[in-house]
């Protein structure tokens, strides 16, 4: 079992920047692919970015690229999203999720096994 605690949400203004982090209770941490999701009000679940295990490959939905940078430090056990220029769209509950087997198919939730709680962020025009 594998749990992981998101942080670092809050409210700020169009154009700020945030930076979340997730954290595992797994000391083999590095065999996990990493990805975080976001749910705003009235809509479903959406991909946001995921990373493979070593980190070297990355991937993005269309709408954050160029403005969030998805990164893992294995030696804390973290992986990070820095969200830059942030927009009210991007206003959700972003959820940290680990995959455990390859790195194909993080776009879909259903690739990963363990999930956090979530972090509330919140963009104001």
């Known amino acids: 079992q594998v749990q992981l605690v998101e942080s670092g949400g809050g409210l700020v203004q169009a154009g700020g920047s945030l930076t979340l982090s997730c954290v595992a209770s797994?000391?083999?941490?590095?065999?996990?692919?990493m990805g975080w999701f976001r749910q705003a009000p009235g809509k479903e679940r959406e991909f946001v970015a995921a990373i493979s295990w070593t980190g070297v490959r990355t991937y993005y939905l269309d709408f954050v690229k160029g403005r969030f940078t998805i990164s893992r430090d294995n030696a804390k056990n973290t992986v990070y999203l820095q969200m830059n220029s942030l927009k009210p769209e991007d206003t959700a509950i972003y959820y940290c999720?680990?995959?455990?087997?390859?790195?194909?198919?993080?776009?879909?939730?259903?690739?990963?096994?363990?999930w956090g709680q979530g972090t509330r962020v919140s963009v104001s025009s």
């Open positions: 999720a680990a995959s455990r087997y390859g790195n194909s198919g993080l776009e879909s939730s259903s690739k990963y096994a363990y």
């Open positions: 797994e000391r083999t941490f590095s065999n996990y692919a």
